[in-house]
């Protein structure tokens, strides 16, 4: 294992002032954010609209990484640059999902997942990293309610981070660890700030077990919300004293970065958050946003289709924002 590359990779996604694009979303994830718009879902508009977003002038000077879904990173631009050169081309490190999705767990709560993928891992990895990619995402989902999650889901999906972490960092890869507590039911913010510290003590506790390199690692999880359905919504300041106070409890700092989900906040909440995070200062990793709707919500609504000019402006005015939080220097 090349430590000090993986660990050099790492550094760079986080570096201050940058975060990275999740423009990873699956086909049929696409589709549904095209039917937003009323744009069909087929190759030639997935290529345009990312075309898009990786050809908006200056995003690279907030942008440090971009997470590519694998049609997109053996794909070419509209001017028949592959992306992955592309992107290197403006210094923007090219990424890729290698997950493939969430299946039913069994044995656990009634609606909890298991995230797959780790079958021929190996092999896809060196494809990935010959095509450019110098990192990869592998997102566990954690529900909670209807009694979940169950100590079965906590354990499955640390386990596979664990193993998918240390398969990339074999490859040359650096791992984004992705544990994503959803925040659509009705709890508390004191109930998400229990269940992500559980699964976050999980997962630090397997990627220890399978000699992951933690140098080498950009943890991607939650902030602190509350569900989306319970009556009670933290306000900003108090989003970011929970997320702080379980990222300090569980996250050793010896870890580079790290770059949180949007998961359905508000394009103004995500960045709100981060920054209030960033302006209390003093802490042991760098905190940015890996964000894939917050970032792509209001470029793909002033795209609709045809209009690119405004997109690439809707996409750099988040992309610039969410950089000034990354600093703790957004204003409102
Ligand atoms: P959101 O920011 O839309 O949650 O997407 C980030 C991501 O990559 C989820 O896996």
Redesign the pocket.
């Known amino acids: 294992m090349n430590e000090k590359l993986l660990n050099a990779t790492a550094v760079a996604m986080v570096a201050p002032g940058k975060g990275l694009l ?1 423009a ?1 979303e699956s086909t049929g994830t696409i589709g549904k954010r095209f039917d937003s718009i009323k744009v069909e879902n087929v190759e030639a508009n997935r290529q345009t609209y990312r075309d898009m977003l990786f050809n908006t002038p200056g995003f690279e000077q907030h942008t440090s990484g971009v ?1 590519l879904f694998e049609e997109t990173l053996f794909q070419k631009g509209l001017d028949g640059t592959p992306f992955s050169k592309l992107l290197e081309s403006k210094g923007v490190i090219p990424g890729i999902k290698v997950d493939k999705g969430v299946k039913p767990l069994f044995g656990g709560a009634p609606e909890e997942t298991i995230t797959e993928g780790l079958d021929g891992l190996a092999e896809r990895l060196a494809k990935y990293r010959e095509a450019g990619a110098r990192f990869a ?1 592998w ?1 566990a989902v954690i529900t909670i309610g209807n009694g979940a999650p169950s100590h079965s889901a906590i354990h499955t999906n640390a386990h596979a981070l664990a193993r998918y972490a240390a398969l990339c960092q074999d490859a040359g890869i650096v791992p984004i660890v ?1 544990p ?1 507590v959803l925040m659509d039911g009705d709890n508390t913010a004191q109930k998400n700030e229990d269940v992500t510290t559980w699964i976050l003590k999980e997962v630090f506790q397997e990627l220890y077990f399978q000699n992951v390199l933690l140098e080498g690692i950009v943890l991607k999880p939650n902030m602190i919300v509350s569900g989306k359905k319970c009556p009670t919504q933290a306000g900003h300041a108090e989003v970011a004293e929970r997320t702080l106070r379980v990222l300090k409890r569980c996250v050793p700092s010896a870890v580079p970065g790290i770059a949180f ?4 906040q508000s394009d103004i909440d995500a960045t709100a958050h981060l920054d209030a995070m960033n302006k209390a200062g003093n802490l042991p990793w760098n905190l940015t946003f ?5 970032l792509q919500a209001a470029a793909l609504k002033a795209w609709g289709g045809t209009n690119v000019e405004a997109g690439k402006k809707a996409h750099l005015h988040r992309a610039k924002m969410n950089g000034l939080a990354a600093l703790g220097k957004w204003d409102a």
């Open positions: 999740a990873d997470i995402k997102r992705e994503e989900l949007s998961g359905g890996s964000y894939g709707r917050a």
